[in-house]
């Protein structure tokens, strides 16, 4: 014969689901079913990308400025040689003043697409979290009459 230990012995999920408090909580802070035990780990995880995110972004950002200044100081530091180079070639003003001006030309034509790349790119973003918000409210309402269908079911 085999004795039990009722003070010790754990109800199962059904049992105890008359012991949950108002917050959906059960009162010695044990999950009352899986799908508790899935919500709060996804719920961890999602935090913790979201608090590393702008680390990540940080990070990411100081990289790619350092790695722009390093292009500029290149240039910079190859300055004083290409001036004495391309001085003893003996460029004439006018010829000085229209490469100026070509140059003027591509960088401005250049940096307006730079704005026109960084506004579709913002754009862009502000689409897919547009259809994210409309994809989450239609699974909340899928999933609500789920939900609504099965209750009315008689098991």
């Excluded at 010695?28 to 999602?46: A, L, N, P, R």
């Excluded at 935090?47 to 702008?54: N, R, V």
């Excluded at 490469?99 to 591509?106: G, P, T």
């Excluded at 862009?124 to 009459?145: F, H, P, T």
């Amino acid at each position: 014969m085999q004795v039990s230990n009722t003070k010790n012995a754990k109800k199962s999920e059904w049992e105890s689901l008359g012991d949950i408090d108002a917050k959906g909580k059960m009162p010695t802070g044990e999950y009352s079913s899986v799908c508790d035990i899935w919500k709060d780990s996804v719920h961890k995880v999602i935090t913790k990308m979201e608090y590393h995110t702008p680390i990540y972004l940080q990070a990411y950002s100081q990289m790619h400025s350092e790695f722009l200044h390093s292009i500029d100081n290149s240039f910079g530091t190859c300055y004083i040689w290409q001036k004495r180079y391309f001085d003893r070639m003996g460029f004439d003003q006018k010829a000085i003043n229209a490469y100026e001006k070509l140059c003027d030309s591509a960088t401005g034509s250049a940096m307006e697409w730079m704005d026109v790349y960084a506004n579709y790119k913002r754009f862009e973003s502000d689409l897919a979290i547009q259809y994210m918000k409309i994809g989450n409210s239609c699974l909340r309402w899928w999933v609500d009459m789920f939900g609504k269908t099965m209750a009315s079911w008689k098991f």
